[in-house]
């Protein structure tokens, strides 16, 4: 078969003209919905909220599981209220990762100009706090003048998903005790 277009041999598996101006078509409108929706993707707050640790308390010991309880205080400076739907974050005690903590109620609203509580609780076994009591033993940390309590360091490392889908990532530390 001739083709008379281009004076040569037609391929019988080449795609005609229009077939190849369809599918570049489709691979445009295909580029142009991922710019889109690539423009909606969350963006970070003018203000984001301003995260601190009020608290990180032992709540119970029951059988092999410890339980923990961190408070978070929030505080917007911003002109709107702020919803966080979610917040996770990894606890340390004395340097040794122990457990994930999580949001234990959710969403947590923090008003415009204000401030709010966060409660995450966070649940590991013995073997992670008897690592953790060892590595402050060999700080030091349980030699303390009488009447004194030891305290143990901590760390919080995680994010707090906002309503708008923005993770704004936190790190804090301190001493319980």
């Known amino acids: 078969m001739t083709d008379l277009t281009t004076g040569g041999m037609k391929r019988k598996d080449a795609p005609p003209a229009r077939m190849r101006a369809g599918s570049c078509l489709v691979r445009m409108l295909a580029i142009l919905a991922i710019a889109a929706f690539a423009g909606c993707a969350s963006v970070a707050p003018r203000n984001p ?3 601190d640790v009020v608290a990180v308390e032992l709540e119970r010991v029951d059988g092999p599981q410890v339980f923990f309880g961190l408070t978070l205080q929030l505080t917007n400076d911003g002109d709107d209220d702020i919803v966080i739907s979610a917040m996770q974050g990894a606890l340390a005690i004395e340097g040794e990762n122990i457990a994930q903590a999580a949001l234990a109620s959710a969403p947590v609203r923090v008003p ?3 401030t709010s509580r966060a409660q ?3 649940q590991t076994g013995m073997d ?3 690592r953790a009591i060892a590595a402050a033993m060999r700080r030091g940390a349980t030699l ?3 009447g004194a309590r030891p305290t143990l360091r901590y ?3 995680g994010s707090a998903t906002l ?3 923005y993770r704004l ?4 530390a301190g001493e319980i005790g």
């Open 163 to 165: 309503g708008s889908g």
């Open 155 to 157: 760390s919080i490392t």
């Open 169 to 172: 990532p936190f790190s804090r």
């Open 49 to 51: 909220p301003r995260i």
């Open 128 to 130: 992670a706090m008897l």
């Open 112 to 114: 415009a100009h204000g």
């Open 144 to 146: 303390v003048a009488p």
């Open 120 to 122: 995450l609780s966070a």
